[in-house]
């Protein structure tokens, strides 16, 4: 497994916006996304881009995340506006480095993983 490098946590108000980033890998993985998980839960998909540039969002971040990748630059974006106190959890990105994603938004399927970064939205 290939450890990410992640930045761009903190704390804002609601309403307010923040922006995560990704060092993705040397190698080109079908799959890369960003999952959360609050607090005695199990873990959230919140959104996937593949290769090609598709993207998938759960439906409590449509309209106010997006995904996207700078492929000069090797980083992987997510993009939070309109953040709601219930966007308050630990944010982690992941990669599939083996190819076995079916399902972009159930990260049990992927195999490499950025370290995390708390996201608090106070009201």
């Known amino acids: 497994q290939v450890q990410l490098v992640e930045s761009g946590g903190g704390s804002v108000q609601a309403g307010g916006s923040l922006t995560r980033s990704c060092a993705a890998p040397?190698?080109?993985?079908?799959?890369m996304g960003w999952v959360r998980q609050p607090p005695g839960k199990e873990h959230e998909g919140v959104a996937a881009?593949?290769?090609?540039?598709?993207?998938t969002y759960t439906d409590s971040v449509k309209g106010r995340f997006t995904i996207s990748k700078d492929n000069t630059k090797n980083i992987l974006y997510l993009q939070m506006n309109s953040l709601k106190p219930e966007d308050t959890r630990m944010y982690y990105c992941?990669?599939?480095?083996?190819?076995?994603?079916?399902?972009?938004?159930?990260?049990?399927?992927?195999?490499?993983w950025g370290q995390g970064t708390q996201v608090t939205v106070s009201s």
């Open positions: 881009i593949n290769s090609g540039g598709y993207t």
């Open positions: 040397a190698y080109t993985p079908s799959w």
């Open positions: 992941a990669a599939d480095r083996l190819g076995l994603v079916r399902r972009p938004l159930n990260m049990y399927e992927y195999n490499t």
